[in-house]
């Protein structure tokens, strides 16, 4: 069972069929169609996507708090 990492990005579970004969995984959803490895592919790279996103977070929050205190001197 394999679900959509596309969909599942967008909190949406949806399970990907999958045909024998291309050996591709198909998301009725949104289109996808990939390989068993483009899928975990796929699902690596938008892990990866959402830690930036947090990582990026934790700097601004870091250089708000900083600048907060400069001007509290
Ligand atoms: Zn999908």
Redesign the pocket.
Known sequence: MTD?????ARQ?Q?E?KFDPNTKHFI??????YATREQVSDIKYRLNRRERTREDKHDEYRDWWQSSKKEKQG
Not at 27 to 32: E, F
């Open positions: 959509c990492p596309e969909c599942a949406v949806v990907m998301c009725k959803k949104c289109g996808l």
